[in-house]
């Protein structure tokens, strides 16, 4: 699918402008962006859920975000609140093939928690998956004892498929039928 000039960060670029449901804008997550990331991953309640849980410096997120750079097969976006243009949350693609990618960290401002933001956020991301890289499958891993995570997954329409050996679950879903 992909041709070999064309990244599917090259596609995201292209199509990022329009990646909006009116109340929440998905853009690429940029150098402005990677504070507010590293102090909503370094937060008590949400650093539990990471195989890393360690608290990052920001130099640590500044290597992350030069190593990011330089992936083809990685986007990584900030959710943004249209009204106010705060950063509300992030989430990304992994290993983008010409079929399925990853999905996650889906990571959502402590203050925005609840509010259905990161619902709406992959919902665009869906979107985006199935119109613009011409995807057909996303999976995740989460820890399954990581209940609001579960609970955006279930409603989102993601099928829980297998435990892996490091104890996190696989979770998948098709866009097949993805209308919005």
């Known amino acids: 699918m992909f041709d070999t000039d064309v990244s599917p960060r090259d596609i995201a670029l292209a199509h990022a402008r329009g990646l909006s449901d009116g109340s929440v804008r998905l853009a690429l997550v940029s150098q402005a962006d990677i504070e507010d990331i590293r102090c909503w991953r370094n937060h008590d309640s949400v650093r539990i859920w ?11 997120q500044q290597r992350w975000y030069t190593s990011y750079l330089q992936q083809e097969n990685t986007i990584m976006f900030v959710a943004r609140d249209v009204d106010s243009g705060c950063n509300i949350g992030a989430l990304a693609l992994f290993d983008i093939t010409d079929t399925e990618a990853e999905i996650g960290p889906v990571l959502t401002a402590p203050k925005w928690q609840r509010r259905q933001v990161m619902t709406r956020s992959c919902r665009l991301l869906f979107s985006f998956c199935k119109k613009q890289l011409q995807l057909s499958t996303l999976y995740l891993h989460v820890f399954p004892e990581n209940s609001a995570a579960l609970n955006l997954y279930a409603r989102l329409d993601f099928q829980k498929e297998q435990q892996t050996e490091d104890g ?7 866009l097949e039928h993805w209308t919005e």
């Open 168 to 174: 996190l679950l696989k979770m998948s879903r098709s």
């Open 50 to 60: 990471f195989r890393t849980k360690s608290i990052l410096s920001r130099r640590d």
